[in-house]
């Protein structure tokens, strides 16, 4: 429903078309914001949706708190590497960066100027960028993918552990995350027996060590030297060396939290500015 162009559902699924149509009409600086994720192995405790269900939760927790329209359009995303691992399901390039065309090209079709743009899965980085760049210039639209915050105790924290043990799937980090968004989709008593699955050699497990004084460049190296299938790096499905029992629902409201509160302030100053002569009709 929407009375004003204040909506009181949020989800463009959700919507009557007339309500649709009021939002679009009533709202100053109508915001539709677009997530994606994946559906892929999640280690041994984490649900295979864990990226869709997550940027989903997200996604409509900041249109609710800032009138914004929006859209889950896809479950899967590109996750070829993981495909060793049963219950994956991966998308082409191609068809993820046409269902993120297509979803873009249909709003801007009925007037929407502004996008606000969420990946919760590495895999989608270059196509979901690559997305934004050309529908851009395609389609007349304003595009943003905000990050953060970065400066905050706990992201810094958060960010230390990732450098450090690799904490980028499936380890403290996520599990916090999906304890705290869905936790009865957890099982952890499956990570009972938890030990450390990385299969990296010595070498590169050393430049692992944000306080190395060359990590600057040793961290790219590292990167560099990544095997480019799940398999390549670890036995269980993780990408962590550090263990995701340590995760907890508590972090993952603190983090949630400080992200929302983030994209919130980002759309309603990016709203409060003129349309830029560039994206008018």
């Given at each position: 429903?929407?009375?004003?162009?204040?909506?009181?559902?949020?989800?463009?699924?959700?919507?009557?078309?007339p309500?649709?149509?009021?939002w679009?009409?009533?709202?100053?600086?109508?915001?539709?914001i677009?997530?994606?994720?994946?559906?892929?192995q999640?280690?041994?405790?984490l649900?295979?949706?864990?990226?869709?269900l997550g940027v989903?939760?997200?996604?409509?927790e900041?249109?609710a708190l800032?009138n914004?329209?929006?859209?889950?359009?896809?479950?899967?995303?590109y996750?070829?590497?993981?495909?060793?691992?049963?219950?994956?399901?991966?998308?082409s390039?191609?068809t993820?960066m046409?269902v993120?065309?297509?979803?873009i090209?249909s709003?801007?079709?009925?007037?929407v100027?502004?996008?606000i743009?969420?990946?919760y899965?590495?895999?989608?980085e270059?196509?979901f960028?690559?997305?934004?760049?050309?529908a851009?210039s395609?389609?007349?639209v304003?595009?943003?993918?905000p990050?953060?915050?970065r400066?905050t105790?706990?992201?810094?924290?958060?960010?230390?552990?990732?450098?450090r043990?690799?904490?980028?799937?499936?380890?403290?980090?996520?599990?916090?995350?999906?304890l705290?968004?869905?936790?009865?989709?957890?099982?952890m008593?499956?990570?009972?027996?938890?030990?450390?699955?990385?299969?990296?050699?010595?070498?590169l497990?050393?430049?692992?060590d944000?306080?190395?004084?060359?990590?600057e460049?040793v961290?790219?190296?590292?990167?560099?030297?990544?095997g480019?299938m799940?398999?390549?790096?670890?036995?269980?499905g993780?990408?962590?060396?550090?263990?995701?029992?340590?995760g907890n629902?508590e972090e993952?409201?603190?983090?949630?939290?400080e992200?929302?509160?983030?994209m919130?302030d980002?759309?309603?100053?990016?709203?409060?500015l003129?349309?830029?002569?560039a994206?008018?009709?």
């Open positions: 429903m929407s009375e004003n162009g204040k909506l009181s559902k949020f989800w463009v699924q959700e919507l009557t078309r309500a649709f149509a009021d679009l009409e009533n709202e100053p600086a109508p915001t539709v677009i997530g994606i994720g994946a559906i892929e999640h280690g041994l405790h649900p295979l949706g864990t990226d869709s989903a939760k997200f996604i409509h900041v249109a800032t914004s329209v929006c859209i889950h359009p896809c479950w899967p995303g996750s070829p590497h993981h495909m060793s691992f049963p219950g994956t399901v991966t998308f390039s191609e993820l046409g993120l065309m297509d979803t090209e709003f801007a079709h009925h007037g100027k502004r996008f743009m969420v990946n899965h590495g895999g989608n270059q196509t960028q690559l997305a934004i760049q050309k851009r395609k389609y007349k304003m595009i943003a993918a990050t953060g915050p400066n105790e706990l992201a810094k924290k958060i960010q230390e552990r990732m450098a043990y690799l904490e980028v799937h499936s380890g403290p980090r996520e599990t916090s995350f999906a705290h968004y869905f936790p009865e989709l957890c099982e008593w499956r990570a009972e027996d938890w030990e450390n699955g990385l299969v990296l050699s010595k070498e497990q050393a430049f692992m944000p306080d190395r004084e060359d990590y460049l961290s790219q190296i590292f990167h560099a030297s990544f480019p799940t398999e390549d790096i670890t036995r269980n993780q990408y962590a060396s550090s263990d995701p029992r340590k629902a993952g409201a603190a983090m949630m939290k992200a929302v509160e983030f919130v980002f759309i309603e100053l990016w709203k409060s003129p349309l830029p002569p994206y008018r009709d």
